[in-house]
């Protein structure tokens, strides 16, 4: 089974507005990624949070990482019609090169 | 560079073909996955390689093999396909290493008629 569940599954925002992710994950982890993927294309790498830390910010995005909950969550701030995409995390574990994908959110921003 | 390159990007095949997805990176990456990509199911890991000459099952490897002969290539075949074959498949490298970022295909479309 997946080690990340995603919530909610569909996001619809106005322009502007925060758009919050979620996701939980069952086994221990070294660190934990989220991804974006535009429709149709391959997915792109967005940010990596450690186990050993708690939150970490790129630009609009902010991630934290609770590892007691094993849950995390992305903040895209001031959304943008461009943000529209799927967003996914993924697990990376103790077994080198093994990376887990939970089911993605699908989030959509309106102009 | 190129980046992570798979080939082709668009395939038909009926049931009980064969065939072989083509993945190739040329950034010396020595770990690679292959993934399938299904409406509401997120990517699931088929196949993945930590090294030449070292591969290891995901999490729905059956139907599928794989070999890694060289750093470069990592081809995922399919020796009878079936519909339930039918899916979005990617491709992934990334560093050897703690912590590092997957660099992924632009997929292939892959239908079993």
């Known amino acids: 089974s997946q080690q990340g569940e995603e919530d909610p599954q569909a996001l619809s925002i106005q322009e502007g507005e925060n758009a919050t992710m979620n996701c939980s994950y069952k086994?221990?982890?070294?660190?934990l990624q989220w991804y974006r993927q535009n429709s149709g294309r391959g997915l792109v790498h967005l940010i990596l949070?450690?186990?050993?830390?708690r939150e970490k910010h790129s630009g609009r995005l902010r991630v934290t990482l609770d590892t007691s909950k094993k849950s995390s969550s992305l903040l895209i701030t001031a959304s943008r019609a461009a943000d529209t995409a799927s967003y996914f995390c993924?697990?990376?574990?103790?077994?080198?090169?093994?990376?887990?994908f939970g089911q993605g959110t699908e989030l959509s921003v309106k102009p | 560079n190129a980046g992570v390159t798979q080939t082709p990007k668009f395939q038909v095949l009926k049931t009980g073909q064969s065939m072989t997805l083509q993945c190739a990176q040329d950034?010396?990456?020595?770990?690679m996955s292959w993934y399938r990509q299904d409406p509401g199911m997120g990517l699931r890991l088929i196949h993945y390689?930590?090294?030449?000459?070292?591969?290891d099952q995901g999490e729905v490897p059956n139907g599928y093999n794989v070999s890694r002969s060289t750093t470069e290539d990592f081809p995922l075949r399919l020796l009878s396909a079936a519909p339930s074959q039918t899916s979005v498949y990617f491709c992934?490298?990334?560093?050897?290493?703690?912590?590092?970022?997957?660099?992924f295909g632009q997929g292939t479309r892959l239908t079993v008629v």
């Open positions: 992934a490298s990334r560093r050897g290493q703690a912590n590092t970022e997957a660099f």
């Open positions: 086994t221990s982890i070294n660190n």
């Open positions: 390689s930590v090294g030449a000459g070292i591969t």
């Open positions: 950034m010396n990456h020595e770990y």
């Open positions: 949070i450690r186990s050993n830390e």
């Open positions: 993924a697990t990376d574990g103790n077994q080198g090169g093994k990376l887990i």
